[in-house]
């Protein structure tokens, strides 16, 4: 099962198309995080990065279209500062509570993730260009005893403020009585951003949905204990303006050849 959700922190944003023209190709990069030391391989066309449990991930190089980013994740406690155990998991061995068929999934076999509900985890991009884009993030997991509710914030001025994105997206792999199947389950979260050429973009997933809006769940065990990251989708969003004059180019190009 399959949910999604979407937040922006663009307005105005404006889709051209002219006769049916097509319109520029944005650039796309799919990422698979994943377990060092794991038997998860690489969902197919998504670029792999691996962590170790307990440990951050450094800013790590990558390439969307012909632009170089870099992208790093730590885990923060409720009041700011380093949680000091990221953590990076491999659902790897069904058994007891875990759904079987992970291994067939390698998307969501694994992800990174906070380690306790009161915990937030932070998303960054660096060195982005100065541009539209489409974040959409994964989450989900297969243990079969865990749920959790997301709030989601999101700034584009390095941190300086934050706005509230997304109130209390859902994923539910618990297994009902006698083991039935209500899950495994994941929920895909979009977001729209501009970047400004200069500043961090940084995304904060706090575990619980207690944030802001309505009221989450600070509960114990495996609920709302993680916010499961399996990984993400970031494109590009041609400028309008370019669009038009790709339109234009291609229109001109049509009656040249009716003459």
């Given at each position: 099962?399959?949910?999604s959700s979407k937040g922006s922190l663009v307005t105005g944003l404006i889709s051209v198309s002219i006769l049916g023209l097509p319109l520029i190709q944005a650039a796309t990069l799919k990422v698979d995080f994943n377990v060092n030391g794991g038997s998860s391989g690489t969902a197919s066309g998504y670029t792999s990065i691996s962590g170790s449990n307990g440990s951050d991930l450094?800013?790590?190089s990558l390439n969307l279209g012909s632009d170089s980013f870099q992208v790093s994740?730590?885990?923060?406690?409720s009041d700011g500062s380093d949680d000091g155990n990221t953590r990076w998991i491999d659902r790897e061995n069904p058994g007891t509570g875990v759904w079987s068929g992970a291994a067939a999934n390698p998307l969501s076999q694994d992800w990174v993730s906070t380690d306790d509900f009161r915990d937030y985890l932070v998303l960054t991009f660096s060195g982005l260009e100065a541009g539209t884009y489409d974040l959409t993030t994964i989450h989900g997991d297969w243990n079969g005893n865990t749920v959790t509710r997301i709030d989601v914030q999101g700034s584009v001025n390095g941190g300086t403020s934050y706005i509230n994105l997304q109130d209390g997206p859902v994923y539910d792999a618990r297994q009902g009585p006698g083991g039935s199947?209500?899950?495994p389950a994941t929920v895909t979260i979009?977001?729209?951003?501009t970047a400004n050429g200069a500043d961090d973009v940084i995304f904060l997933f706090h575990a619980g949905a207690n944030k802001f809006g309505d009221a989450g769940n600070t509960g114990s065990s495996n609920v709302n204990r993680f916010v499961a990251l399996n990984g993400f989708e970031l494109s590009s969003v041609p400028e309008p303006s370019?669009?038009?004059l790709l339109?234009?180019?291609g229109l001109a190009f049509v009656m040249y050849r009716r003459k």
């Open positions: 099962m399959k949910n450094s800013a790590t994740i730590d885990a923060r406690n199947t209500v899950g979009d977001n729209t951003f370019s669009t038009v339109g234009l180019g």
